[in-house]
């Protein structure tokens, strides 16, 4: 199995910038993908950012040319870098992984506040 811990999140301001880590141990050679979802107040868990089998990226149509998705792999550390944050971006930010023959796992999340 795979346990992953996100960090980064906190409180910022209309118009500022996080950048969130996401920390990958174990079974890291069993990664196949991974990305960012995100889930706020009263609805559903949403994907932010991922990367594809291919190495290539995709991004939620409200996060493009905002957030940029990146990864260490030395360091098993995958990246999400926010800027220009809306209050709508307010949510909890979890990291996903997903493992060639072992399933998906999931990080505890971490809490993004974006205040107007």
């Known amino acids: 199995q795979v346990q992953l811990v996100e960090s980064g999140g906190g409180l910022v301001q209309a118009g500022g910038s996080l950048r969130l880590s996401c920390a990958a141990s174990?079974?890291?050679?069993?990664?196949?993908?991974m990305g960012w979802y995100r889930q706020a107040p009263g609805k559903e868990r949403e994907l932010v950012a991922t990367?594809?089998?291919?190495?290539?990226?995709a991004y939620a149509d409200s996060v493009k040319g905002r957030f940029t998705i990146s990864r260490d792999n030395a360091a098993n550390t995958l990246y999400l870098q926010m800027n220009s944050l809306k209050p709508e971006d307010t949510a909890v930010y979890y990291c996903?992984?997903?493992?060639?023959?072992?399933?998906?796992?999931w990080g505890k999340g971490t809490l993004v506040t974006v205040s107007s």
């Open positions: 996903n992984a997903l493992l060639i023959a072992r399933g998906t796992y």
């Open positions: 174990g079974m890291t050679f069993r990664i196949r993908t």
């Open positions: 990367f594809s089998d291919g190495g290539g990226t």
